[in-house]
């Protein structure tokens, strides 16, 4: 894989096109990396105990190691 954790790259593709963004993890069999901050998705979270309320949480998504390109 050409990436590791810590570089910072670029989105070539998709959604967050232009996006700059730090690596804090690596996918490595499956060729993806989650990036800090990008790639966001909300999940939905179920109440843990009686009495508490459910919440949406925002968490990043894996991205395809190719639709990243890696800056200096």
Do not use: C, F
């Amino acid at each position: 894989m050409h990436i590791k954790k810590g570089d910072n790259v670029i989105i070539i593709t998709g959604k967050d096109k232009g996006k700059k963004g730090k690596i804090i993890r690596v996918l490595v069999s499956e060729n993806k990396v989650i990036l800090e901050g990008l790639n966001m998705m909300k999940k939905h979270q179920r109440p843990r105990k009686s009495g508490e309320k459910g919440s949406m949480i925002n968490i990043a998504m894996p991205i395809h190691a190719s639709n990243v390109k890696k800056i200096d």
